[in-house]
């Protein structure tokens, strides 16, 4: 969403003068964050970087050496590899675990979260006495088409006889929609507004080449059996 806002901001057709930003959960590049510094000149405070999922809406959060630091008395966070085994501090982890300590009424323990994390092995300089590492994982679900960037958020893809409907980019300008339906009877009448109100999305964003099909397929799933309801081309999350 950053992005997007960035290069609105860029190309003068953005009017707002934000004071803060404060972004959680997505990979931030350092990129990104000098082109937000740049095009956004009315910021007084540094832009705030934390770290969140659904499961636990305050896991970690950035010190000024750009190091994230683990709310160790809310979570414990552990970098584990393919079979949930710890790995040692200096090495990249193949996801992580999450146990919320702060949850009694629907308790998260050891809970995949498929971010790959890489802990430090010295103490953080700013002093904090929280472990610190680095996010590697997730790159953000933008969706890209040519020159252009959509947020997953642009798509109403919502229909009352689907459980969950998801649309998958398979090549840059192929996408195709997969549904969890309630109503077997007529597919067809289901799937065709949702392939209509994406295909306008796409039109308004002068992206009139695109190709939305309709798939029999289930909805994909990640491997830590995440659903994501907007798949980009070489999503890894
Ligand atoms: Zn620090």
């Known amino acids: 969403m950053l992005e997007i806002l960035t290069r609105e901001k860029e190309a003068g057709r953005l009017e707002i003068e934000p004071k803060f930003f404060k972004v959680a959960g997505e990979t931030f590049t350092a990129e990104l964050r000098n082109r937000v510094e740049k095009a956004f000149p009315s910021l ?3 832009i705030l970087d934390t770290y969140a999922c659904t499961e636990c809406l305050f896991m970690a959060f950035e010190c000024d050496c750009g190091r ?5 008395d809310w979570v414990i966070l552990e970098a584990v590899d393919e079979n949930n085994q710890p790995v040692r501090d200096g090495e990249l982890s193949t996801t992580a675990l ?3 300590l702060s949850n009694h009424v629907q308790p998260f323990i050891r809970y995949n979260i498929g971010d790959r994390l890489r802990f430090y092995r ?3 300089p700013c002093g904090s006495p929280f472990r610190s590492f680095q996010i590697e994982g997730r790159q953000a679900t933008v969706v890209r088409v040519g020159n252009v ?3 997953p958020l642009a798509f109403d893809l919502e229909h009352d006889s689907a459980q969950r409907v998801q649309l998958v980019q398979t090549s840059e300008c192929v996408f195709e929609v997969r549904a969890d339906l309630l109503d077997h009877e007529n597919p067809d009448q289901i799937f065709e507004p949702i392939m209509q109100s994406v295909s306008e999305v796409f039109a308004k964003n002068g992206l009139v080449d695109v190709k939305v099909e309709k798939s029999n397929a289930p909805p994909h799933l990640t491997a830590s059996g995440k659903f994501h ?8 999350a």
Do not use: A, G, Y
């Open 44 to 46: 007084e405070f540094r």
């Open 68 to 72: 994230q630091h683990v709310l160790e």
């Open 98 to 100: 999450l146990t919320v």
């Open 122 to 124: 010295d103490p953080c």
């Open 149 to 151: 960037t959509l947020s």
């Open 229 to 236: 309801e907007v798949i980009p081309l070489k999503c890894d």
